[in-house]
């Protein structure tokens, strides 16, 4: 069995009384031999079905996947968020605090994400109700073209991503999941909110550079 059916058996409140963060990470520490007894909640009737198949699933042996981590912060994601089909990297949704931006497709954004210390560029894909849509196309020193030209937005809340699934477990809608995306500078872990998953295309809103 996976470490994800052993996530579902568990009752999802993320409460921390077992000594984790998460019921993710309860699960990761079940695998590694950790006492189920931890959760309080398990031993309530309602979940007494779930605590014997917990159990079950321990005796047969939990495979986990190989462990993704962060290089910047050490923490573990559930997966890493690659470019769609054909593209230079996952899609990402900003919504520029200067409410006076309204970009045009192919135009270059110099920007920096709100919490996060680089300062990025991304092509524009397109605008729709002031969010813009767009791909990172480097930090300056790495585009290598004197002549390029961008307008500098200032912070921008980054709203989503979008991309797929290259290492790691595929998540369901209305998880709430770690990830990296894979054109990340820093190779910080990243949080948010499972919104759209088909095959391995997923969309995560509700950025967090903090993990929950």
Sequence with gaps: MSLKDLVRLLPGYNCGECGF?????????????????????LEQDRFLENAARIEQLLKEGVCEQEEIKGVIDGLVADFVLAPLPGEPSCREDLHPFDRGVVPQKDDVLRYRPLGCPVTHFGRVLREEHGLVTVHIVGPRHL????????????????????????KGRVPDVGETVSFLPD???????HSGVIVHSEGTMVRIESIDLKVW
């Design 21 to 41: 963060k998460s019921c993710r990470e309860f699960a990761r520490a079940l695998a590694r031999g950790a006492d189920p007894g931890r959760c309080s909640f």
């Design 143 to 166: 585009l290598g073209d004197e002549g390029f030209r961008y307008e500098d937005v200032g912070i921008c809340l980054v709203a989503a991503f979008e991309g797929v699934v290259s």
């Design 183 to 189: 054109h990340c500078m820093m190779q910080k872990v």
